[in-house]
């Protein structure tokens, strides 16, 4: 039986339910075994993911899992998966891609928020987007996963929290907060977006290329080209956003300074991923003002 790899939270959970659906339906297949492997990100919850290794925490075991043929393939919030990968392991296909907003939860709008509220969350991008819109908010370090965060918020720990969409959807919570519209939040790279891992060498690669989303895979690829380019980690306030409009990307881009004081902001259009991304990385990082300059390789 093919064997899946994923995290054990209940969004992976339900993302690993939905390739082993597409996989069944593509292959005609019976069943697929979901293998749940525990990462050190998940463990450590008190900490920001920056602070503690960054995306390498969610990924590690996976690979490792992979590498030593464990599971056939990895399931991925490719949001989580850091842009550089091992060789030997190659992105397979990705979902077609969710609502890719960020929801704010706990107030009508960013305008709405009350004086200096205080919002839970440990992007630094959010955190920077925020702060450039309401200069008075503060940003106070929010993790675990989505039921735990939302707990937080109902307890008045915090007076908003941003998640986003494509998580709250996946879990059934459809009512759970505002979409920000993508003028006033980009979102980050990659986020809404499924993906599915395997060897690069081998026959799992080809089995799961056939539930691949095509403009999803390439709006993926040109933010994480994006990302790539700029040399960012997971401590860098980056938002990105690929669209395939009549057959082009559409990639859009910002880097904030961690406060949100500056900010830049580019658009490219290309068709082929990778440059395009890395085009946009240059271009930014040539006019990028010395307080977002220095966040970057
Ligand atoms: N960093 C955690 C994470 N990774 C992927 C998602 C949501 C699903 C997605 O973006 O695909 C989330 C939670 C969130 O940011 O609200």
């Given at each position: 039986m093919f064997r899946l790899g994923t995290r054990g939270s209940p969004l992976a959970l339900t993302q690993a339910g939905m390739v082993r659906d597409a996989l069944m339906a593509a292959h005609g297949w019976e069943d697929v075994e979901i293998v749940v492997i525990r990462t050190t990100g998940d463990r450590?919850?008190?900490?920001?993911l920056a602070e503690i290794g960054g995306k390498a925490l969610w990924t590690k075991e996976l690979d490792r899992a992979l590498l030593a043929g464990e599971v056939d393939a990895c399931v991925h919030s490719?949001?989580?998966?850091?842009?550089l990968r091992p060789d030997a392991i190659a992105i397979a296909a990705t979902l077609p891609r969710a609502d890719v907003r960020d929801r704010l939860i706990g107030a009508e709008s960013i305008a709405g928020l009350p004086d200096a509220a205080v919002i839970g969350t440990s992007s630094p991008r959010r955190t920077a987007q925020l702060r450039r819109l309401r200069p008075d908010v503060s940003a106070v370090l929010f993790r675990g996963n989505v039921d735990t965060r939302l707990g937080k918020l109902a307890t008045g720990e915090v007076d908003a929290t941003l998640l986003a969409a494509a998580g709250l959807e996946r879990l059934g919570r459809h009512d759970t907060g505002v979409a920000i519209p993508l003028d006033v939040m980009l979102p980050a790279p990659a986020q809404g977006a499924v993906g599915i891992e395997t060897l690069?060498?081998?026959?799992?690669r080809a089995l799961v290329a056939a539930i691949d989303d095509a403009p999803t895979h390439r709006a993926i690829a040109a933010e994480r080209a994006l990302l790539a380019g700029l040399r960012a980690d997971c401590h860098s306030p980056v938002a990105a956003l690929a669209i395939v409009e009549g057959g082009a990307l559409f990639l859009r881009a910002q880097l904030l300074s961690p406060d949100g004081a500056a900010a830049i902001e580019g658009e490219a259009r290309g068709d082929d991923p990778v440059t395009l991304g890395a085009m946009l990385a240059e271009d930014l990082l040539e006019r990028a003002p010395p307080a977002i300059r220095v966040l970057f390789g």
């Amino acid at each position: 039986m093919f064997r899946l790899g994923t995290r054990g939270s209940p969004l992976a959970l339900t993302q690993a339910g939905m390739v082993r659906d597409a996989l069944m339906a593509a292959h005609g297949w019976e069943d697929v075994e979901i293998v749940v492997i525990r990462t050190t990100g998940d463990r450590v919850q008190d900490r920001a993911l920056a602070e503690i290794g960054g995306k390498a925490l969610w990924t590690k075991e996976l690979d490792r899992a992979l590498l030593a043929g464990e599971v056939d393939a990895c399931v991925h919030s490719m949001k989580d998966v850091e842009t550089l990968r091992p060789d030997a392991i190659a992105i397979a296909a990705t979902l077609p891609r969710a609502d890719v907003r960020d929801r704010l939860i706990g107030a009508e709008s960013i305008a709405g928020l009350p004086d200096a509220a205080v919002i839970g969350t440990s992007s630094p991008r959010r955190t920077a987007q925020l702060r450039r819109l309401r200069p008075d908010v503060s940003a106070v370090l929010f993790r675990g996963n989505v039921d735990t965060r939302l707990g937080k918020l109902a307890t008045g720990e915090v007076d908003a929290t941003l998640l986003a969409a494509a998580g709250l959807e996946r879990l059934g919570r459809h009512d759970t907060g505002v979409a920000i519209p993508l003028d006033v939040m980009l979102p980050a790279p990659a986020q809404g977006a499924v993906g599915i891992e395997t060897l690069a060498e081998g026959p799992a690669r080809a089995l799961v290329a056939a539930i691949d989303d095509a403009p999803t895979h390439r709006a993926i690829a040109a933010e994480r080209a994006l990302l790539a380019g700029l040399r960012a980690d997971c401590h860098s306030p980056v938002a990105a956003l690929a669209i395939v409009e009549g057959g082009a990307l559409f990639l859009r881009a910002q880097l904030l300074s961690p406060d949100g004081a500056a900010a830049i902001e580019g658009e490219a259009r290309g068709d082929d991923p990778v440059t395009l991304g890395a085009m946009l990385a240059e271009d930014l990082l040539e006019r990028a003002p010395p307080a977002i300059r220095v966040l970057f390789g």
